[in-house]
């Protein structure tokens, strides 16, 4: 089933699309970045004594997609505040069509519903866990080479008493990124477990839709936002992320143990 449901992915011309839209939407980011910072040096090179300063031009982490530097925030925006839509799309619908087709029903007399709801769950968090971070190491890749020997973190490097993240991040800015990189694909992973769930639990495409982004965007809104989990060099500590990781660790456990005993002891799969 495993291998089946990868080639159900591939298959579909809306997995790949939005599959794309992840990959695509922090090289936008980036390349607002370039324009900013490069643009007009590239028009009027000698206003700037035919070099930019490295004190001035982004430090590659902070240039990167995490980080928010770019005007505006919209590639941010574009996929961090409407991240469950794009995996519901992408995978974690499929159970809602299968219901409607009594596809799910033929798939139970060949697997346990044990096992069906393993490969699952393993798939609605690998896939996003995976996506996320080969996208996001990509743009980071490209952001070190694009801005090599920047020094800029935008007047951050100043702060006479950075909290403890901040200043570990600063004095280790590449180190740092990666971990970020990694605890967001790690949320990623946690963002498709929600939605299956929900997928599981309700079987309807405007309820779980619906949900998914209210229960998602509420912790995006919140004083304690989800957001300071994966932006790094912000001004806020771990008194806001620690919160903000309860309540969201607090939120997948229970969706996911819910539908997998709803669906183990209550309802057909």
Not at 190 to 195: A, D, S, T
Not at 225 to 245: M, N, W
């Amino acid at each position: 089933m495993l291998t089946s449901e990868i080639h159900r992915i591939l298959a579909s011309r809306k997995s790949k699309f939005f599959i794309s839209l992840i990959f695509i939407i922090p090289f936008i980011d980036l390349l607002s970045n370039c324009y900013t910072y490069f643009y007009d040096f590239l028009m009027h090179p000698d206003a700037y004594g035919g070099a930019i300063s490295r004190e001035t031009l982004l430090h590659p982490s902070k240039a990167s997609f995490l980080s928010g530097s770019s005007q505006g925030h919209v590639a941010q925006m574009l996929l961090i505040w409407v991240l469950p839509i794009y995996f519901l799309i992408i995978y974690s619908d499929f159970y809602i069509q299968e219901k409607k087709l009594g596809y799910s029903n033929i798939t139970f007399t060949k697997l346990s519903k044990k096992k069906f709801l393993s490969i699952r769950f393993f798939v609605t968090f690998f896939l996003p866990f995976t996506i996320v971070l080969i996208s996001l190491l990509l743009n980071f890749i490209l952001a070190v080479v694009i801005f090599h020997g920047g020094q800029s973190f935008q007047g951050m490097e100043s702060y006479s008493n950075p909290h403890p993240l901040l200043s570990y991040s600063l004095n280790n800015p590449y180190l740092a990124y990666i971990g970020y990189i990694f605890i967001f694909s790690l949320i990623a992973g946690c963002c498709g477990v929600i939605c299956t769930s929900l997928s599981l639990l309700f079987s309807k495409y405007k309820h779980v839709y619906s949900i998914a982004f209210f229960i998602w965007i509420i912790q995006i809104i919140l004083p304690n936002s989800l957001t300071y989990l994966i932006q790094p060099f912000i001004e806020y500590g771990f008194d806001r992320i620690i919160p903000a990781s309860i309540l969201f660790s607090s939120i997948v456990i229970i969706l996911f143990v819910s539908s997998w005993f709803y669906k183990v002891k209550f309802d057909e799969i």
